[in-house]
């Protein structure tokens, strides 16, 4: 693997969170559409490109999330009536693709401390050789009425949004191991108290509105290290290896 393309998928990362940090700002203030005009505005100013405008004829520069319900798109709701979201960001540099996402806390701070000290957890499993049928192990040691959602996957992701690289988020036999410059994301999504609920067009429905969340970033594999492209700072008081 070239020196270049190593260099533009970090940097690639580096400007996920930016836009991210960027538009942590905004949140609390607009409404999900203009947060998605202002995300696609701050990604053609720094002179990257949507990952996802076009990705399978979708026509938005982010993907949002709200409270019991896991989108593939933009909910059309009015923001100021839900209490927790997440924004969902994919970009390109130099033909290189990070995927990250940001999580508002309001009255969620617990819930939301809770669910980014396990996702990290995530990180002791992912190691060189180790298969990626990791999810098995996880879902093990998952506590009483705390899920991960088995309808969607992580996957992996260079110079391709999505390439061929499935990770489940179930008890799977994949064999495959991973190796040295491997890139992909992790991206689970958690639900509280019942996994259960309905998936209609690639949007799921949590049972009795149960409240789902997700956390994502895009890893990459490199000396026999993990490094998380898309790491904000206000996140390391987290990360536990």
Same mark, same amino acid.
């Given at each position: ?23 942590? &700002? =905004?949140? $609390? *203030?607009?409404? @999900?559409?203009?947060?998605? /005009? ?5 990604? +053609? #100013? !720094? ?59 309001? &009255? =969620?701070? $617990? *819930?939301?401390? @809770?669910?980014?000290?396990? /996702? ?5 499993? +992912? #190691? !060189? ?63 509280? *108290? ?48």
């Amino acid at each position: 693997m070239k020196n270049f393309h190593i260099k533009s998928f970090l940097k690639c990362g580096f400007y996920n969170n930016f836009i991210i940090n960027l538009l942590s &700002n =905004y949140s $609390k *203030k607009i409404n @999900l559409y203009e947060l998605d /005009f202002i995300s696609l505005y701050f990604i +053609i #100013k !720094i002179k990257c490109k949507s990952s996802t405008i076009n990705f399978y004829n979708y026509k938005f520069s982010s993907c949002i999330s709200i409270e019991n319900i896991i989108c593939h798109g933009i909910p059309i709701v009015e923001f100021y009536k839900y209490n927790y979201f997440k924004l969902d960001i994919s970009l390109k540099f130099n033909n290189l693709h990070s995927d990250s996402c940001y999580v508002n806390n309001f &009255n =969620y701070v $617990k *819930k939301n401390f @809770l669910f980014k000290n396990f /996702f990290y957890n995530i990180l002791n499993y +992912i #190691k !060189i050789n180790v298969s990626f049928s990791f999810f098995n192990k996880i879902i093990l040691f998952l506590k009483k009425n705390f899920f991960i959602n088995e309808e969607y996957c992580s996957h992996g992701i260079f110079k391709k949004l999505h390439n061929k690289l499935i990770i489940k988020h179930n008890f799977n036999k994949n064999s495959k191991k991973i190796k040295n410059f491997d890139s992909f994301t992790i991206e689970p999504m958690f639900i509280f *108290k019942n996994k259960k609920g309905i998936d209609f067009l690639n949007i799921f429905f949590t049972k009795k509105n149960n409240l789902s969340f997700q956390w994502e970033h895009t890893l990459y594999i490199y000396n026999k290290k993990i490094i998380l492209t898309t790491l904000r700072k206000n996140e390391i008081c987290y990360i536990i290896l």
